[in-house]
């Protein structure tokens, strides 16, 4: 890809990104996304087969802050400490998109690319998988069943996903996140015999 065609590229993926906050990807055309960037709808092709291949991509960088923000806050203290961190982190990403404009989080629910959508949510998976693994082996955690484990927190954790997530008042999400963590984490750890 030339110079050109790159900078052609990322001009109309901020167009359309502009262009779907405000109005959302299903109102929004090629030919406003071309008169956004002041290209012909033509050229818009030259870079992207489809309004889908657009919205793929958006949706993939939406996607890769939210991993990219669970896995920043999964980096230091205790297993218990990561994971509450990076499910926490999850949702204040998810929060930070919306902020962006109207339709902003459209992108990181829509069902368009679902490979995509499928490799995010293993993304999201393998960050949880890999904090429980790690934490039953240095001796953090009493997980018997890693695998069920992942599945019951993605059930537990379903109601704080778009679009439902948007439902709800941002502090009281963040308060019931919390107190999820809390009451997870307190059935993940370790306990002494004599404490059971």
Known sequence: MSSTS????????????RLFRHYGP??????????EVGI?????????????DIIAELADK????????????????????????ALEARIEALYDLASQGAHSCDLVACTQG??????????ERRIVEDLLREGKQAGEFGVED????VVV???AYASFSPPALFLQD????????????????EGLCVRSRGAR
Not at 6 to 17: G, Q, T, V
Not at 26 to 35: P, S, V
Not at 175 to 183: E, P, T
């Open 6 to 17: 790159e900078e052609r590229r990322e001009r109309i993926l901020e167009a359309a990104e």
């Open 26 to 35: 299903g109102k929004t055309t090629i030919g406003d996304i071309a008169r």
């Open 40 to 52: 012909g709808v033509g050229s818009v092709y030259l870079e992207f087969c489809s309004k889908a």
């Open 62 to 85: 939406r996607r890769h802050r939210i991993v990219s923000a669970m896995r920043t806050a999964a980096r230091r203290g205790s297993y218990a400490a990561r994971l509450k961190a």
């Open 114 to 123: 679902k490979a995509r959508s499928i490799r995010f949510h293993d993304d």
């Open 146 to 149: 890693v695998a069920l484990t």
């Open 153 to 155: 927190i993605e059930h």
């Open 170 to 185: 941002r502090q009281e999400v963040s308060n019931l996140v919390r107190a999820l963590n809390r009451l997870l984490l």
